[in-house]
């Protein structure tokens, strides 16, 4: 008996390390996203409803993990307004993965203050994703995409009724690694 349950563990370990190395659809769409690796910094603004626009500089610091099966992003935002300089107001971790079973690239993002997503991150085009945030009433999307001069551009829109869409973030970072 003891044999037998030896060959089983033997034979599931071998199973399990023959699929690892075996090639995966997670690393085809994950290496769609390459593009975004490396360090960046820049400025930006955001600006809610009828209020004044708030200027920020931005990093961006965008790893590989596990070989490329996911991205470690961590993002810190500080604010260039009058009297609130250096202040961080925007501190944000998230992990991009490609989930098997769905199909897609999900988008696990925590901020420094407790709130969370999980969405779909898209790829629109060539160097182009794209993820949207569920909230109440209204949609809110991101659209990130890499120019010729290497700069990251994003936009952030909300809309609500999911046809009219008003900007209410922009931001340029350049690739400083």
Not at 16 to 45: I, R, Y
Not at 62 to 91: A, R
Request: charged fraction near 25%; avoid cysteine; aromatic fraction near 10%.
């Amino acid at each position: 008996m003891k044999k037998a349950g030896s060959i089983f563990w033997i034979l599931a370990l071998a199973t399990s390390l023959s699929a690892q190395n075996s090639p995966q659809p997670s690393m085809d769409a994950m290496k769609k996203l390459d593009f975004l690796v490396g360090e960046w910094k820049g400025e930006g603004w955001i600006a809610f409803g009828s209020a004044q626009r708030r200027t920020f500089t931005q990093s961006e610091t965008i790893q590989p993990k596990l070989g490329g099966l996911l991205l470690q992003i961590e993002g810190l935002g500080k604010s260039k307004d009058p009297g609130k300089e250096g202040t961080i107001i925007h501190n944000a971790f998230a992990i991009v993965s490609y989930d098997d079973k769905a199909k897609q690239i999900r988008w696990h993002a925590y901020t420094a203050d407790g709130r969370y997503v999980d969405t779909e991150l898209k790829p629109l085009q060539e160097k182009t994703v794209q993820w949207s945030i569920p909230t109440p009433g209204q949609n809110i999307r991101f659209t990130m995409n890499l120019n010729e001069k290497d700069q990251w551009l994003e936009t952030g829109e909300f809309s609500p009724d999911g046809n009219k869409w008003m900007k209410f973030f922009e931001m340029k970072l350049q690739r400083v690694k």
